[in-house]
């Protein structure tokens, strides 16, 4: 047996568990993944390539794997299955340009020119909804910085 499909039967070992201790919360999300991934507006085929592109982009290993063969098993040629990482890859790095157009423009201070196209937005990245907008709501700062971070 491949690594990967260990891996997946891991997964739904270890999945299975959650069943016996959370039996209403296991029971409610295989029903809602059932039938969002059921045929509707979008066929099933696609709804796999759209799942796996949110996997890669979540580096989800299991999940791409499992995704992959349940595109095969509906029909996805190997050059859908590519063409599908590659709209995922275009996505994902596009939410990186936004990011750093945005937000690690506005970390180092540098004042927006006149004429950019979100000056109508008035958009500041330190008062953004990841960052306290008030003095006196609790953050996290950075060791030896001035910087407040969300994450850290």
């Keep these: 047996m491949a690594i990967m499909e260990q891996k997946v039967r891991q ?3 270890d999945a ?3 069943s016996e201790q959370l039996p209403d919360i296991a029971n409610t999300y295989d029903r809602f993944t059932g039938q969002c991934f059921e045929a509707g ?6 709804k796999q390539l759209v799942a796996l592109g949110v996997a890669l982009f979540a580096n989800n290993e299991v999940c791409t794997y499992y995704h992959v063969q ?27 340009l936004s990011q750093s ?3 690690v423009q506005g970390a180092l201070g540098g004042e927006r020119q006149q004429n950019s196209a979100m000056d109508s937005l008035q958009y500041n990245a330190f ?8 003095e006196d709501e609790p953050g996290m700062s950075v060791p030896g ?8």
């Excluded at 507006?41 to 696609?46: I, M, R, V």
């Excluded at 910085?145 to 850290?152: G, K, R």
Aim: charged share 25%; proline share 2%; hydrophobic share 40%.
């Design 101 to 103: 157009v945005i937000r």
């Design 145 to 152: 910085s001035d910087a407040v971070s969300p994450s850290y």
């Design 70 to 96: 349940a595109a095969r098993e509906l029909g996805a040629s190997d050059r859908q299955i590519m063409e599908a990482t590659a709209v995922a890859s275009a996505a994902a790095s596009g939410h990186i």
């Design 11 to 13: 997964y739904k070992n």
């Design 16 to 18: 299975a568990g959650l």
């Design 41 to 46: 507006e979008l066929d099933a085929k696609t």
């Design 127 to 134: 008062h953004d909804t990841e960052f306290g907008q008030d």
